[in-house]
């Protein structure tokens, strides 16, 4: 199964379950000067995709907080 989300700026984030492996594939894909796509896929096990999940679920919640504080002080 492969996941992709399009970014409006062109980079698509893909995330594909490998079966074989039973572990997941996690990649960003660009547009390169030449007009391509290039993908650069990272193998992770589930436990680590487990933990990038819970890092990333905390970057998240303090990029929130930062964010709201600057609209906060920009007046938004």
């Not at 062109?10 to 007009?35: K, L, M």
């Amino acid at each position: 199964m492969i996941i992709r989300i399009e970014g409006d700026d062109g980079q698509d984030f893909v995330v594909r379950c490998d079966e074989q492996t039973c572990g997941v594939e996690i990649g960003v894909a660009v547009v390169t000067d030449d007009g391509n796509r290039k993908c650069q896929m990272e193998h992770f096990t589930i436990e680590e995709s487990k933990a990038a999940i819970a890092a990333l679920e905390f970057a998240i919640k303090i990029a929130e907080v930062e964010r709201e504080e600057m609209e906060k002080r920009n007046g938004h």
